[in-house]
Nanobody
Framework: QVQLVESGGGLVQAGGSLRLSCVASGRTFSDYTMAWFRQAPGKEREFVVTSSWNGGHTYYADSVKGRFTISRDNAKNTVTLQMNSLKPEDTAVYYC????????????????????WGQGTQVTVSS
């Protein structure tokens, strides 16, 4: 079992930046595909970005492409989400997610495809 602990959320003005971090403990970090999701009030949890076990493959939602960047450091068991040019519509609770590495024929963008979740961290972007 892996445990995920998130940090870095906060309040920022539109156009600003935040960096979210997710630290994993338990099994070897490289055994997991990692992802970030977000959930705004009254809406379903939404895919943001995913990263393969070694960071070699990444896939971003169109809504954040060019503004957000995912990176991972397997030696430090850490995945980060650098968020630039933030917009009010980015306001949400952001969740770190992990999936045990196994064969998949497609990019994993659905909540049900991930096995473990962090507690979430609030990001609020003011206009």
């Amino acid at each position: 079992q892996v445990q995920l602990v998130e940090s870095g959320g906060g309040l920022v003005q539109a156009g600003g930046s935040l960096r979210l971090s997710c630290v994993a403990s338990g099994r070897t970090f490289s055994d997991y595909t990692m992802a970030w999701f977000r959930q705004a009030p009254g809406k379903e949890r939404e895919f943001v970005v995913t990263s393969s076990w070694n960071g070699g493959h990444t896939y971003y939602a169109d809504s954040v492409k060019g503004r957000f960047t995912i990176s991972r450091d397997n030696a430090k068991n850490t995945v980060t989400l650098q968020m630039n040019s933030l917009k009010p519509e980015d306001t949400a609770v952001y969740y770190c997610a992990a999936r045990t590495v196994r064969y998949s024929s497609r990019i994993l963008t659905k909540r049900a495809e991930y096995d473990y979740w962090g507690q979430g961290t609030q990001v609020t972007v003011s206009s």
